[in-house]
């Protein structure tokens, strides 16, 4: 019978089986690398990706803040203007007030008295005159409290003095500063409703 040696057969094959799997080593190790390379790249674009919308974000926000800013600014331009318009108004209302004022203080003025001197502060008036008697006075403030456009007379000073005549006997007179709120016809209708 003819003798056939095995041994080379499987020491070959054994040798291919361990040349295979240390060439599968091999290529499995290439292929790890290979993956954790892709996954490298691909996680570096991700964030380069992000990166990217971060700073198209902060870009846009500071679009945003500086827009906000410019909007605080046309609010604060708005205000001022909304305030002198309401100013205006005011005193576009109020042009012909400081007539009827006049025209009042001369129609309450009783006869026998003059004023010297009108001072106006705010709303507050200061009337200083002369009166031929203290009676005359009171007249005058109840003429004030019964006008539409002043109210709640009040008397400061009132003082008793004479005139020198020409044979040294002299006639009595009063002067005196009294105050009194300025006010509208409006503002007294407000009240009584």
Do not use: C
Not at 83 to 96: A, C, E, F, P, Y
Not at 118 to 145: C, D, P, W
């Amino acid at each position: 019978m003819a003798r056939i040696n095995l041994l080379n057969w499987r020491e070959e094959r054994r040798k291919k089986i361990e040349k295979n799997f240390y060439v599968m080593l091999v290529v499995s190790v290439f292929i790890g690398i290979g993956i954790v390379f892709a996954v490298h790249l691909q996680l570096n674009a991700m964030i380069d990706q992000q990166n990217a919308r971060n700073n198209y974000l902060k870009s846009e926000i500071k679009k945003v803040e500086k827009a906000i800013a410019e909007i605080k600014l046309l609010e604060k331009k708005k205000a001022d203007l909304l305030s002198r318009m309401t100013v205006i108004q005011k005193l576009q209302g109020d042009r012909s007030d400081s007539v009827h004022l006049l025209d009042e203080i001369v129609k309450v003025l009783p006869e026998g008295s003059h004023l010297t001197k009108l001072e106006q502060k705010n709303n507050i008036l200061t009337f200083n005159g002369i009166a031929q008697s203290n009676a005359r006075v009171s007249a005058y403030m109840r003429n004030i409290e019964r006008t539409e456009w002043l109210n709640n007379p009040n008397l400061k000073v009132i003082q008793a003095k004479k005139k020198a005549g020409a044979d040294g006997d002299g006639d009595g007179y009063s002067q005196f500063t009294l105050t009194s709120k300025q006010s509208s016809p409006n503002d007294k209708k407000n009240k009584e409703d």
